[in-house]
């Protein structure tokens, strides 16, 4: 155990301790005692800097179950280690935030910080580990402990709802990226991605690499919230607002992004890959930036602008991964998307959180996030106003903060995949710029609303909960340290291209590098007169434009009927689910005895005659048949009357005499057959039953003793003559497919010899095979108590005396 | 009501219940050599006692044979299972029996088998078991 694995599960150990400072030091915000351990991890990270900029990861592995080849192998390259430091770093501000934003007086911390804890190691154990089970079981991790902190208001219906949801879909996803990982395990033999990735141009052509691609997939596209699967995270913003800042932000929606940006190497030449991942993503761009126009609630709009921003990021990868078909790096045009998807994640966590954060604010110090009860706060929150102001103009793509450069980086990728003369992209890639570019302006037109409806506009106090002011000073750092984070980046850009993202792209494009080579990533502010630039200038005038004309069009939304959206869709399903497996189960248990016998021989008519006719099994011998006597005969026509005459008797009592009647016969077939121990036992046994029997008879109730022969059925006839008939055909073949010799020889020789007895069937019974006798008679022990407990103990009856 | 007279029956039972005792015992004990055993021996003894039953009722059958049938159930259980586990003590495996010739100062020469035990076991059992379910049920309101 390594100090790396220590810090991955630093966070899990450390959650045990949690409760036991929340009691014992009530009067400390249990925050406090949290919130050193993202920092000291952040500071443990950050120290890894040197290493991964000269081209070294640090590997360490701890044996968990080496003969399954899984073992807890942390691997720190340059994705992992800016994925850490995103998780760690964001954690330690939203620990920090949460201090102020939760009441210790009200809320149940212990739970809170437990579960996100649990969570952050979690994260750092998905994005760190090189084994894909180990990762696998950190990604539920994720989802499980996002699932404890979605629901964490339990009260609430909605958040039970909203947790049930992102529960579903992403353990969907995940048991599919499960399936994907065992499908690459079967192609590689290995579960470790470095050596997958290794081995990534010799499965290519294998039939099970189109299945793992899908699969591993679904995991991405459901953890990251893209299209169709992003109809968790607007619900899912019933957690609390650091939980969402967290989660729905910065780390855990990051995992599907993590996921694809890992595994590129391994599937990024396919085609499929391509059309999918950039697909998805454009598609999903679209449609989060189009529907978060028509959100009210300004947590709504940024789980919808989340989708979007998601969308981007995995559009940019899927663009990415085509320049794995050129091999000239120093021409290669198509890297570009992989630095803007990388510097964009960045980006993102930053302004998003940073916009998470002033939301909550908002919603702490007026009590609504509803915008259109909010409007006018700019001269009570002067502060947020500033912190949301930047964080929208970032996200909306405007100079000089670094949400423009990574939107101009979009754009560049987007036009040069006009230029990609692989998977028809000659004539379909025009779409790629063109929904860019229209997505582009509808985050303008978002991003405008969510601050000027919220901050500019009229002051309408008396739809407030509280007199609005500015936040306590505790939740206004994090935020500041983020949105400064955002204008820094946006004039230094360059800051993070050699520590950080340059290896990030050395992980993504392995293949691309030769020994010691780098992807050397320069973005520069200023860039002349480009297509990309003309590009903004539009986005930016047809969305004042758009913004101003806002309520005019708005009603368009009302066109789209509710009844299609997906999460009415959603909602059916899960519904149609429940009554349908309702509805089958209800068809079919019955709870009557008679239709499970029906099924149960059924089944055994239907598989048996199968078998014999698939197996050709029906064989008649009749060579080694004896010869039948008078007797034989007499006696066959006997139980055969016998038996049959019972189905037509009226009386119940004639039904018993006629079946002690065949059981006294079966005894003389003993006799005939020189079984005298049979016959002596048969003989008792049939007449105790038959008492037996006669004892039921004269209880029955008087009610239903009134005598009606047996109705005639057409299935009961059916299947009774299905089962003679198939149990006689395997009698039958069974005898005519005699293959050894029987083993009583042995019996016969040695019953005198070795067990001192001339009574073979005795000596079996007590000294061959003993052990079968021992237990009959537990057997026999065992049904006379339940008798008597049955008759003895009878609580009802002893309750009415 | 006037207590029926069954003394036919009554008298006819005590001769014939020693016959079917003495009988019952010959077949089990025979039950090595001869068609029989535990089982119908078993069965047989059960058949007696029932036949005293019917000629008288429940409570003076108990008053003759004060047996707890259930606790001869489990004495006959551990009589097998003895048996069988006895073998054990000589390293031998389980169930595996004995049987020689043995010098008795009454009886003289006998042939004993552990066998025998075990189907003593599986007497007491049958008989324990039958008249627990016979019992049960007749004595139920």
């Known amino acids: 155990m390594s100090y790396l694995h220590l810090a991955i599960i630093s966070p899990l150990l450390f959650s045990v301790f949690i409760p036991i400072f929340y009691k014992k030091f009530i009067r400390i915000h249990t925050g406090w005692f949290v919130l050193p351990l993202p920092i000291l991890l952040f500071i443990y990270f950050l ?118 949801k992102s529960m579903l879909i992403t353990v969907f996803g995940g048991l599919a990226m499960l399936g994907g990982i065992i499908l690459l395990y079967i192609m590689t033999g290995t579960f470790s991605i470095t050596e997958i990735v290794a081995q990534s141009g010799d499965i290519f052509h294998h039939s099970l690499f189109l299945p793992a691609l899908i699969c591993v997939l679904l995991g991405a596209f459901t953890k990251s919230a893209q299209f169709p699967f992003y109809i968790w995270l607007p619900d899912a913003m019933e957690a609390p607002t650091p939980v969402s800042a967290y989660l729905h932000s910065a780390t855990m929606v990051k995992a599907g992004i993590y996921l694809v940006a890992r595994l590129t190497p391994v599937f990024g030449a396919s085609s499929v890959w391509f059309w999918l991942v950039a697909g998805v993503g454009i598609i999903t761009l679209i449609w989060g930036s189009v529907f978060a126009i028509r959100q009210t609630d300004l947590k709504g709009i940024l789980a919808f602008s989340t989708v979007s921003q998601l969308g981007l990021i995995m559009s940019l990868l899927g663009v990415g991964s085509a320049a794995l078909h050129y091999e000239a790096l120093s021409e290669n045009i198509f890297t570009v998307a992989i630095t803007a998807a990388i510097f964009h994640l960045i980006n993102h966590a930053t302004f998003k959180g940073s916009l998470f954060m002033a939301a909550g604010i908002v919603d702490h110090e007026t009590g609504t996030r509803d915008i259109r009860k909010l409007g006018g706060l700019m001269p009570f929150m002067p502060i947020t106003f500033t912190i949301s102001i930047i964080g929208a103009f970032s996200m909306a793509g405007l100079p000089p903060f670094n949400g423009f450069l990574s939107k101009e980086m979009f ?224 006696l066959a026509i006997f139980v055969v009357v016998g038996s049959i005459s019972i189905l037509f008797i009226k009386s119940r009592m004639t039904s018993i005499i006629l079946l002690g009647a065949v059981g006294y016969t079966v005894s003389l077939f003993y006799v005939l057959f020189r079984a005298p121990d049979l016959a002596l036992t048969q ?76 009574n073979m069937v005795n000596v079996i019974l007590v000294d061959f095979r003993g052990f079968d006798t021992l237990f009959e008679i537990t057997v026999l022990a065992i049904a006379s108590l339940g008798i008597y407990g049955m008759i003895k103990l009878r609580l009802n009856r002893r309750k009415e005396s | 009501m006037r207590k029926t007279n069954n003394i036919i029956l009554e008298t006819a039972v005590k001769v014939l219940l020693f016959f079917i005792a003495l009988y019952s015992v010959y077949i089990f004990t025979a039950g090595h050599y001869y068609p029989g055993g535990g089982f119908i021996g078993g069965l047989m003894t059960a058949g007696a006692i029932v036949l005293l039953l019917i000629t008288y009722d429940i409570k003076t059958v108990t008053k003759i044979l004060p047996v707890n049938y259930r606790i001869l159930t489990a004495i006959g259980l551990l009589f097998a299972i003895g048996t069988s586990a006895g073998s054990l003590i000589y390293d031998l495996p389980f169930l595996t029996h004995a049987f020689g010739d043995v010098h008795l100062p009454l009886l003289g020469e006998l042939s004993i088998h552990t066998a025998t035990l075990f189907d003593l076991g599986v007497y007491f059992v049958v008989v324990g078991v039958t008249m627990t379910i016979i019992q049960t049920i007749g004595e139920d309101e």
């Not at chain 1, 080579?517 to 539009?538: D, P």
């Not at chain 1, 005659?609 to 006597?629: C, E, M, P, Q, R």
Request: aromatic fraction near 16%; hydrophobic fraction near 50%; charged fraction near 15%.
């Open chain 1, 411 to 634: 754009f560049t990728a987007m036009v040069r995949v006009t230029q990609m003369d692989i998977f028809n992209l000659e004539t379909l890639g025009i779409l790629f710029p063109v929904i860019a570019w229209v997505a582009s302006v509808f985050t303008f037109i978002y991003s405008m609303i969510l601050v000027f409806k919220t901050f500019t506009g009229k002051y309408q106090p008396e739809k407030l909960d509280k007199k609005p002011h500015e936040a306590p000073l505790g939740m206004l750092i994090p935020p500041v340290i983020l949105i400064s984070l955002v204008v820094i980046f946006g004039f230094f850009p360059n800051l993070l291209s050699e520590s950080l993202i340059s290896p990030a792209m050395a992980a993504i494009l392995p293949s691309l590098l030769n020994a010691g080579g780098e992807f050397v990533v320069h973005i520069s502010f200023w860039h002349g007169f480009t297509i990309e630039l003309f590009m903004t200038l539009g986005v930016i005038l047809l969305g004042i434009t758009l913004y101003k004309t806002l309520p005019k069009w708005k009603r368009m939304y009302d066109l789209v009927p509710e009844k299609l959206s997906l999460f009415r869709f959603y909602d059916r399903l899960l519904e149609w689910s429940q009554s349908g497996s309702y509805k089958v189960t209800n068809k079919y248990m019955t709870g009557s005895i008679h239709s499970y016998l029906v099924y149960i021989l059924a089944f055994f008519i239907f598989s048996l005659t199968v078998t014999l006719f698939w197996k050709d099994a029906f064989k008649l011998d009749t060579g080694n048949v004896s010869s039948i006597g008078i007797y034989e005969w007499v």
């Open chain 1, 47 to 164: 120290s890894t800097i040197p290493k991964i900029t000269n081209r070294q990861t640090v590997t360490e592995t701890f044996n968990w179950i080496p003969s399954l080849g899984v073992n807890f192998t942390a691997k720190v390259d340059g994705l992992g280690l800016l994925f850490a430091l995103l998780i760690t770093g964001i954690g330690a501000l939203v620990v920090f935030y949460s201090i102020y934003y939760l009441a210790k007086e009200k809320e149940r911390l212990n739970t809170f910080y437990v579960y996100l804890l649990l969570f952050m190691g979690a994260m750092l154990g998905v994005v760190l580990s090189d084994n894909l089970i180990v990762m696998y079981a950190f990604w539920e991790l994720t989802s499980f402990s996002s699932f404890l902190l979605i629901g964490y208001w339990h009260e609430r219906e909605k958040s039970r709802y909203g947790a049930q």
């Open chain 1, 683 to 758: 003989l008792v046994i049939e007449t105790i039953s038959v008492a037996l029997f006669l004892v039921c008879f004269y209880h029955l109730p008087k009610l239903q003793r009134y005598e009606t022969r047996m109705r005639f059925k057409l299935t009961n006839a059916l299947i009774s003559v299905g089962v003679g008939a198939v149990v006689t055909a395997i009698a039958l073949s069974a005898h005519g497919n005699k293959l050894f010799e029987a083993i009583s020889k042995y019996y016969v020789e040695n019953t005198y010899e070795k067990a001192a007895g001339q």
